[in-house]
């Protein structure tokens, strides 16, 4: 790498930084101010604040890393070419290619960074949001984590409930089918079940247990039972979002847990596998659009480039949420949603930078 080199690539790797350092204060501002009545309220400890605000910085971070970087490049690509320092290199002979070559090595950096942590940091700082969000601000919602669930618990045996509720480990029209072969065995209802950690044991409502047998069906009812099962509340409280909480290994396992139970929820878990490797991929696609963009000198300068800058980092976040919600309510492949927003913006990439002026 030579002088220029060392220099631009400075420049990225600060100006990433700085977007980081402007825009996440203002986030854990916004989000205090939105929040504060309740924390004095409950009379939250302040170190357990500090810490959810830790953890929020990574959660914001790492959820609008495509927008941050995009605004990076823009920002620091449209100083060089209002300083003409762009226009220099292509004067002196440098080609395109070799003035991009800072900018992927930027971007490797950038993007080995958020893979990592977006295998192994972010899920666990995401899950500590979340579990102080639901102890301490969500408390007057309806906490809901899971509805119409349905779980595959072994061989022979099915559950199914309307809703869990994490908060108070509560479900709703809880149903237990066991099966002999294709043959149903007997089956348990009620019309709520609760699981209570200091005894370890369910406790059903309006339980009622029908055997069936080839002769006639035996019937148990009592208005409270307290039982074990073969399965513990947590194939009950699968959050929707459970599996922006696991690391990579964790995922994977967990994912063909759910497979072999019969998730109704593995497009969403994909979705989530799939990002984790496609939006690292993202950031060299980002950075080739930004560059294209911001290296022509314009009138307006810099804010133009911005505004411009901005919308296409909306757009991308758009299409990405957009396949996202395609993939978990339509046959589209989960994959393919992943991927696509990455295809059509790659394609764009090469267009623009193929037509970048020289």
């Not at 490049?73 to 100083?79: A, G, P, V, Y």
């Not at 601000?137 to 559950?159: M, P, Q, S």
């Not at 399965?231 to 409280?237: E, I, Y």
């Not at 492949?333 to 913006?345: E, G, K, T």
Request: glycine share 4%; aromatic share 14%.
């Amino acid at each position: 790498m030579n002088k220029i080199d060392k220099y631009i690539l400075k420049k990225f790797l600060l100006t990433y930084v700085l977007i980081q350092a402007l825009f996440v204060p203002i986030a854990i501002v916004v989000n205090l101010a939105d929040n504060i009545d309740k924390l004095l309220a409950k009379q939250v400890p302040l170190n357990e604040i500090l810490e959810h605000y830790y953890n929020f910085s990574i959660y914001f971070s790492s959820s609008l890393l495509p927008l941050f970087l995009f605004l990076a490049i823009t920002w620091f690509t449209s100083k060089l070419s209002s300083n003409s320092e762009i226009i220099a290199l292509y004067s002196s002979g440098v080609s395109i290619r070799r003035i991009l070559q800072p900018y992927m090595i930027g971007s490797l950096i950038i993007a080995v960074f958020s893979l990592f942590t977006g295998m192994f940091i972010v899920p666990e700082s995401t899950k500590k949001y979340n579990d102080f969000s639901y102890k301490y601000l969500k408390g007057n919602r309806k906490a809901v984590d899971n509805k119409n669930i349905f779980r595959k618990i072994n061989e022979d045996e099915y559950i199914f409930l309307t809703q869990f509720n994490q908060k108070n480990n509560v479900g709703t029209n809880f149903t237990l089918e066991n099966f002999k072969g294709e043959k149903l065995n007997f089956k348990i209802s009620s019309t709520s079940i609760r699981y209570i950690p200091d005894i370890e044991k369910f406790r059903l409502n309006n339980y009622t247990k029908r055997t069936i047998t080839d002769s006639i069906d035996l019937l148990e009812s009592r208005r409270t039972f307290d039982t074990i099962f073969s399965f513990n509340v947590d194939d009950l409280t699968p959050l929707n979002y459970v599996a922006e909480t696991l690391n990579y290994n964790e995922l994977v396992n967990f994912i063909e847990i759910e497979k072999s139970r019969g998730s109704t929820n593995i497009e969403r878990y994909l979705v989530v596998k799939y990002k984790k490797w496609s939006i690292p991929f993202s950031i060299f696609i980002l950075t080739l659009i930004g560059f294209s963009v911001a290296a022509e000198k314009r009138r307006g300068g810099t804010g133009v480039n911005l505004a411009f800058g901005i919308c296409v980092a909306m757009v991308y976040v758009f299409f990405d949420k957009i396949f996202g919600v395609l993939a978990q309510q339509s046959d589209l492949s989960p994959l393919v949603a992943v991927w696509l927003p990455n295809i059509i913006f790659g394609v764009l990439a090469i267009y623009l930078v193929y037509n970048a002026k020289k």
